[in-house]
């Protein structure tokens, strides 16, 4: 078993908690990380870069002058890739970047980046999270001393409430996210990823093998 200390808002140690070896307990695969993160940005990518060749744009396609004796290059249609306005050469076009990998390898990404970050102390268990109004500087006051250790934060509860999210999103390099939509690019981006302990052993329950 791996043992965390479970603290709360102001750093102080409540108690430990024990978790599975087969979750914290990972050696670091580089490679597994690479696909997971590189599937994610993939599939935010929306695909949408266009751009017209020769074919596409407005312009007549009668050739501008002679062939000869005009003391000029040759030249065909105004639609020429060498005119202002002409077509693009091997321009961008809709396309789907979708990159798709299992969820077996999704999960142990995410299992091994879990278990670096517990080896590195960059992972830290709080025991709740809560707001009662939406405002920055309560949110500031409360979590201060976890905020002002770490250059950027990632915080996962179950289901942060909208008065969290909204308290929290003026804070520069702090994000507040449900446990449902954790993913690898988001643990191996943040320097420091802290987790309410009902998230934490419900996303171990779901990356169980």
């Not at 996962?156 to 804070?171: F, G, H, K």
């Amino acid at each position: 078993m791996v043992n965390l200390t479970v603290i709360n808002s102001s750093l102080e140690p409540q108690r430990e908690l024990s978790l599975p070896e087969e979750i914290f307990g990972q050696p670091y695969r580089r490679d597994l990380v690479y696909e997971a993160v590189r599937s994610f940005r993939a599939n935010q990518r929306l695909g949408t870069a266009s751009t017209k060749n020769r074919d596409e744009v407005s312009g007549s396609g009668k050739k501008l002058w002679k062939q000869k004796h005009t003391g000029r290059a040759r030249m065909g249609e105004r639609t020429s890739p060498l005119w202002y306005h002409g077509g693009i050469v091997f321009g961008p076009k809709p396309r789907d970047y979708y990159y798709a990998i299992p969820k077996k390898v999704r999960r142990s990404a995410m299992r091994t980046i879990l278990s670096e970050r517990v080896r590195r102390g960059s992972l830290k268990v709080l025991d709740s999270m809560a707001m009662d109004d939406p405002r920055t500087k309560q949110f500031m006051e409360r979590y201060g001393a976890i905020v002002n250790g770490a250059s950027s934060l990632l915080f996962v509860d179950v289901e942060p409430s909208r008065a969290l999210l909204l308290a929290s999103r003026n804070v520069p390099g702090v994000k507040v996210a449900r446990v449902a939509e954790v993913n690898a690019y988001d643990l191996a981006r943040y320097r420091t990823v802290v987790f309410t302990e009902p998230a934490l052993l419900k996303l171990a329950k779901d990356l169980t093998p």
